[in-house]
């Protein structure tokens, strides 16, 4: 039975840390190299869609789709996603290779054009609240365009909808970034009760738009993964449609850097987003479009093939969270979730101790996701949370990968408790 | 031997519009439905890639590219439009499926971020200089974000150097969009001269910005081509390397909206160029960028590819100057240049009469370009430039809308000059 730290005298710690001292060095004489900082797929998962390459025919709905036009998506394609996502094809936009670059073009297209009467960029003041820990790429988006970013804790069952309801009577607060499914990094997925009272939020904002990053809409980690309200039926109700831009895409279905994002808004925000499109292209990629739709041929097919997904991430998930459960728990250092979908474990350590976490592991050969990286500037001010990326290294490297942390983690703490 | 319109009776010019009228019946009885209006490749031309999506392995200089990273594009993508194009690899950018995209961005990045000091939303006024008649894309890109547009006039070795050495000297004025090999529409390649007078500018202002879209720089329609000077070359000489944004693309080389854009440009812009995709991309499709280089080795690669477009499209231009020659020439109704690459014929008609023409064609079943669409805000003050996009259509068909576009200029002039 693991005993607390701080229940354990000066002496028992020096005991438990000339222990783990002589683990670490164990470690560091295998000179590892090992990386859990992105949440990259491993190559077996790509392999898994390399039959998509071998598209013979090119032509959709008798078009030959090799040639110029249609800008918005091959009607195939938008229909995959709109029944992936339970919308309409109308709502639709296939977007390029990543929804990153979707998500970047709309927080621009605020700032040069606006969502109402004014452009963003004509404002002394622009805010987002970014629920913490968050997802680094949107804060490096945020900060891209100046925008003040304001933490708001996660909970349990979503962000801390009391103190987005107040932050939002602030007109300078123009929006929200979420991942509402398997939340980056902590695989939270926002219980219904927190997507209705996003959903009826009344910003005095009037251009107040939420990003809603469903990356991993359908990334469950087995048969039993999380249900996400779909945040489009529950909008009408509060004539709020226009609040919501939702994004998606194959990169950790088929190929990260070469699959391909979609866009699902009202009918409102697409007619503006295409109004920018017609000036910013003539087409996405509608070859790569329609080698999606060859390969799976509707959402039945993409929904099985992350049945293959799962079976790969599972085991890889499983022996992290085994080893933080026999290393970590009880002792009343570390805190985390089981997530039961989506590519990230969030551990919270003892606050001040993740940066140390983070250099003891870079020295034993160990890179995990820069420390601060899932807080807006990089600044985690408890110093606590570190982001682990289970998915790229084979099973036996995340074994040793994953106890090295736990280690460190430890180690870390001790060091913290006894000055 | 044709006589001049002008020099002929009224009688005279009834007769012949007698004839036109009767010529003109006999295409509308039958019936057709033939497109000249935009520069899309014909599906043969899309046959000579086919080969490209083939590829077995996505492993280029060791690394795995079905995965995330490498922003700028893989190494041997950048090393093929380097030699291409005559620059280092370093200053090269890979970009997404159209250069369309990569201007529109540029454009919006200055906006948002600026080039020097000030970020153009904060400007009471931008304008740009528009080379006319020219591509209607660049003047939506521009239009899209409140430029105000200057009409250059296009002259047979370029732009109007005089006019733009003097619009340069207002601050406002703080770009211009160029297409300096094969201008689109009239094919004509700016002269060594006028490169040199443009590497040569010094405008007033210091964020002033050229977009080079060097969108036909290898497509020749014989072994005859024009030569474009390396803008780049001349730049250094006269301290001016940050003031040229250049793009390219393979969308008329394989496919157009499924090919890879690049973009040119200095260090300097770069640099501020990859600090804004940090923000936008993780990166763009690196396995499409690995089947163009597999599919073409290298630059010699490309250009053999090119002779095998040029030969299709060679009988395309011929047919439709032929008409224009037998019918259109001594009689002082047109103008047209005769050009060795490119994607279109300009056709200057009598000031007053394009849109008539546009409208004559219609009726018979031939869409032509938007009349007017080669200038700013659509306006064509002469009423007078007809684009004329022969790649799409098979050489039959060609044949007839050719005979049948020649019919309505002299009709629409006869008119004009009967009144």
Known sequence: MAKLYVEMSAE???????????RYNDFKAKNLKLDMSRGKPGAD????????????????????????????????????????MGVESKNVIVGPNASLTLMFDYISQCFTHGVGDTPWCKL????????????????????????????????ADGPDMDAIEEYIKDESVKGMFCVPKYSNPQGITFSDDVVKRIAALKPAAKDFRIIWDNAYCIHDLDDNGDVLLNIFDVLP????????????????????????????????NIAAIKKRLNAQTISYDK???????????????????????AAILKPKFDIVLKHLDDELSGKGIAQWFNPKGGYFISLDVMNGCAKRVGELCREAGVVLTSVGATYPYGVDDKDSNI??????????????????LCICVQLACIEKLIG
Chains 1, 2 share one sequence.
């Open 12 to 22: 028992e710690l020096k005991a438990e840390q000339k222990v783990l001292e002589n």
């Open 45 to 84: 998962q790509l392999d898994l869609s390399d039959a998509m390459n071998h598209v013979e025919s090119y032509v959709s709905d008798g078009v030959d789709i090799r040639n110029y036009g249609i800008m918005d998506g091959i009607p195939s394609c938008k229909k995959l996603f709109a029944d992936l």
């Open 124 to 155: 002394d003041e622009v805010k987002f609240l970014c629920p913490v820990p968050g997802y680094d790429r949107h804060f490096t988006i945020l900060e891209h365009f100046g925008i003040k970013m304001i933490n708001i804790e996660m909970k």
């Open 237 to 268: 109700q509060f004539g709020n449609e226009d609040m919501v831009i939702e994004v998606c895409s194959t990169s950790k279905i088929t190929f990260p850097g070469a699959g391909v994002s979609a866009l699902i808004a009202s009918d409102n």
């Open 287 to 309: 070859m790569n479009q329609h080698r999606h739709v060859e390969f799976f041929k509707n959402a039945d097919g993409v929904k099985a093939h992350m049945k293959k997904h």
């Open 387 to 404: 982001r682990i990326a289970p998915s790229f290294p084979p099973v036996a490297e995340l074994d040793l990968a994953a106890e090295l």
